[in-house]
């Protein structure tokens, strides 16, 4: 009996991981080769793309949000809204030229820009070769240091300043470069695949419940062979 409520609970966190295939990409612009959308293609994933902001959608849709402000202003309706959406449990990927995205990712902006190489880490490096240069497109802006305050550090550029942060119970990826600027759509399939087995909230639920259900059932059991 406890095999089978164990095998519940397993089957709830893989259960999330099979589901997490829709994903909100939004990009207001890229100039060289879309490497995310590549990537979110590649995976097989439903994909809901628009260049506008968030007003229109409801975030918590959507298995993975994905966020790409390259061109304009990071609107202010969108802060909002992502920061909802991560204190909500939600799951996001992002990247700002701006150096505007104010809310909790654990991190922040140096103010330096336009590094060419980032290593990444261990984490993310899969199929990669280290480190990965950085190709501007066409961009005044194309890449921004970030430092780290309650995130961890998966990635730095040339200079030692963090390239990419993972965040909020590993459910926020900050990249700190276009999506345009790489030439290997891998690293974005190692951060989607990633963040699509990180359990929801809910399913960590179910998981603690089956494992207090398998630990009552091992005590009923004990209890009855004493008694015998």
Not at 13 to 21: D, E, F, M, Q, R
Not at 32 to 49: E, F, H, K, N
Not at 72 to 101: C, M, Q, R, Y
């Amino acid at each position: 009996m406890k095999h089978v409520i164990l095998g519940f609970a397993v089957a709830a966190i893989l259960g999330s991981a099979a589901n997490a295939t829709t994903v909100l990409y939004r990009v207001d612009f890229s100039v060289g080769t879309d490497r995310m959308a590549s990537a979110i293609s590649s995976l097989g994933y439903t994909v809901t793309t628009t260049a506008g902001d968030l007003s229109a959608f409801t975030l918590s849709d959507y298995d993975i949000v994905v966020y790409a402000n390259q061109n304009d202003g990071l609107p202010g309706g969108d802060v909002t809204a992502l920061e909802n959406h991560v204190a909500g449990g939600g799951k996001l990927i992002f990247t700002d030229w701006t150096s505007s995205g104010l809310f909790n990712l654990g991190g922040g902006f140096t103010g330096n820009t336009n590094e060419d190489e980032v290593t990444v880490g261990a984490l993310f490096a899969t199929g990669l070769g280290n480190p990965l240069t950085l190709t501007n497109p066409g961009w005044g802006v194309f890449s921004t240091g970030l430092f780290a305050t309650t995130a961890s550090i998966e990635g730095t550029f040339g200079n030692g300043e963090a390239a990419i942060l993972l965040g909020n119970g590993g459910r926020t990826i900050w990249n700190g470069f276009l999506f345009d600027t790489v030439d290997t759509d891998q690293l974005f399939v190692n951060q989607l695949t990633y963040l699509a087995v990180i359990p929801e909230p809910a399913t960590w639920g179910m998981m603690i419940g089956g494992f207090g259900l398998v630990g009552f059932a091992a005590r009923r059991r004990r209890a009855a062979h004493v008694a015998a």
